[in-house]
């Protein structure tokens, strides 16, 4: 196991769908010659990701390996394009939401800067690799089975909506960022055993450690992040499942 996690490539590099894109553009070469080359090739970029993506998550994991706290925000939309909703969360931050079938996508900007993200899944199957050895599979993995360890936590739960959110020390990668893990009720994965306990011993006061055991040991997580803010600002960024139904039929 490794000293320390890395969130990820700095920049992008080429990977399988590169490679599809370069095959495609090949056997394209007669029509694209009959046009602009740079507008032929987005449309062969963008068809071999369509097809790409029905069979598989390769084009997204891609895209989301990409992702890192402190990058600059134009950096951001070159990969993901413009966010279809921003929201204010007060004291010069925003969160910028991309809409995606099988993903929510979180950017949290502040002066320009991505100061931290999450990835929801909302599909399943959809289990990007996160953590690197300290982790796995997003979805494939109970929080217990982190091999960093477990930080401050918080629980919601209400009649609508439902979450788990804690902060994980994954050695010397996360001594200037932040790792965090969560399960939410509208993502991906099984029910989320003992939330409903574990809130209620947080609201009275009483000792949660064996309720949060339990909740470690049951729930795979559906949510992952870096950053460098705190989970009450990570947790003001998530939407209800009903603002996301709602931006979902609007954007999708």
């Known amino acids: 196991m490794s000293d320390a996690v890395e969130q990820g490539a700095a920049a992008p590099k080429a990977g399988f769908r590169q490679k599809m894109v370069t095959w495609v553009a090949a056997l394209s070469l007669?029509?694209?010659?009959?046009?602009n080359f740079s507008e032929a090739l987005m449309i062969v970029e963008d068809?071999?990701?369509?097809?790409?993506s029905t069979f598989t998550n390769l084009p997204e994991y891609e895209d989301l390996s990409y992702l890192r706290a402190g990058i600059d925000r134009n950096y951001a939309r070159e990969i993901f394009g413009m966010p279809q909703v921003t929201k204010d969360l007060g004291k010069s931050l925003s969160a910028e939401y991309y809409f995606h079938k099988k993903?929510?996508?979180?950017?949290?900007v502040k002066s320009g800067e991505v100061?931290?993200?999450?990835?929801?899944?909302?599909?399943?199957?959809?289990?990007p690799q996160v953590f690197d050895d300290w982790g796995g599979p997003l979805g494939e993995f109970s929080f217990a089975a982190l091999k960093g360890m477990p930080g401050d936590f918080l629980?919601?739960?209400?009649k609508n909506s439902a979450l788990y959110l804690e902060l994980v020390n994954l050695g010397g990668g996360s001594l200037n960022q932040k790792a965090y893990a969560g399960w939410v009720n509208y993502g991906a994965g099984t029910e989320a055993y003992g939330l409903s306990a574990l809130y209620k011993?947080?609201?009275?006061?009483e000792a949660t450690e064996s309720n949060r055991n339990s909740v470690r040991e049951a729930v795979h997580p559906n949510l992952y992040g870096w950053g460098r803010l705190s989970l009450a600002d990570i947790r003001n960024s998530i939407l209800s499942p009903t603002d996301l139904a709602h931006y979902l039929s609007a954007y999708q």
Do not use: C, K
């Open 30 to 35: 007669p029509v694209i010659a009959l046009g």
């Open 103 to 108: 993903y929510l996508l979180t950017l949290l």
């Open 201 to 205: 011993s947080v609201l009275t006061g």
């Open 155 to 158: 629980v919601g739960w209400t």
């Open 47 to 52: 068809s071999v990701d369509r097809v790409v």
């Open 115 to 127: 100061t931290a993200f999450t990835v929801i899944s909302l599909q399943e199957g959809f289990s």
